[in-house]
């Protein structure tokens, strides 16, 4: 069955944004570059044998949480940072953004990509479900679970979360 798909030039310009920022928040701020640009790459690759064009942008974001789950795995691979700094260096300044985002980072791999899919991708539950393979009352509960974490590591700092 042949479907009618828009030049991926277009999909690329409507969608850009969405897999950039779902890709960094995933992966966070060194690595989301990577991440989005291996979206993309399996995205131009899968294109062309696509069954139905009505939600492009679900099957990106899916691809994208894909890929950043991939990355988080290959990470076992690669060397760890130590604590200690090059002489001379200075420590970046922690703020509520960076402490918020390294707990999110920690939550557990599902917890954490329902959180992003639903609050950064600004997902509905059955779209967040259907990326992860699972039910909307499954999304819904992996995302009160992962608040509920948050707000527990962050105290106070986290009070407009989920709201």
Do not use: C
Request: no cysteine; net charge negative; glycine share 4%.
């Amino acid at each position: 069955m042949t479907v009618a798909l828009p030049p991926f030039q277009r999909l690329v310009d409507e969608h850009w944004r969405d897999v950039a920022r779902l890709a960094f928040a995933l992966a966070g701020p060194q690595e989301g570059e990577d991440v989005a640009q291996q979206t993309w790459t399996k995205a131009l690759a899968g294109y062309p044998s696509l069954t139905d064009a009505r939600n492009l942008r679900g099957w990106l974001l899916t691809i994208t949480a894909h890929t950043a789950t991939d990355h988080h795995r290959s990470r076992a691979h690669r060397p760890r940072p130590t604590d200690e700094l090059p002489e001379g260096a200075v420590p970046p300044a922690e703020t509520t953004d960076d402490r918020l985002w390294e707990q999110v980072r920690a939550l557990p791999q599902r917890q954490r990509t329902a959180v992003v899919l639903h609050y950064v991708a600004d997902l509905a539950h059955t779209e967040v479900a259907a990326a992860l393979g699972t039910t909307a009352a499954a999304s819904r509960r992996l995302v009160s679970d992962a608040l509920t974490s948050l707000r527990s590591q962050l105290g106070t700092d986290l009070h407009e979360v989920g709201s």
